[in-house]
């Protein structure tokens, strides 16, 4: 699997977790065993947890910021909620 491809699954997985589970409750082993991949994978694509939640927050960050951007004024609220149920389900 391309590594790009392997980011991203980790990261999904990632915010998969931290959103159940919170920044303190998520392991790097939660993460790696929701993405299906081994831990040391997860170590050598982010070096550790707190990387991997900054990029966390990143994707997040511009997930919400398109998700403004490509909605209406009347139906923001709407999107930034469906965002969050999608995201931290």
């Avoid at 999904?12 to 977790?17: C, G």
């Avoid at 939640?53 to 139906?75: K, P, Q």
Wanted: net charge positive; hydrophobic share 45%.
């Amino acid at each position: 699997m391309p590594v790009e491809e392997q980011r991203r699954q980790v990261l999904e997985a990632a915010l998969a977790v931290f959103g159940r589970h919170g920044y303190r409750g998520a392991t790097i082993e939660a993460v790696a065993r929701q993405a299906g991949t081994p831990r040391p994978t997860v170590y050598e694509l982010f070096g550790g947890k707190d990387p991997l939640f900054v990029e966390v927050v990143r994707m997040a960050a511009g997930r919400v910021v398109a998700c403004l951007t490509d909605s209406t004024a009347g139906s923001r609220e709407l999107t930034l909620r469906s965002f969050v149920r999608r995201s931290f389900a």
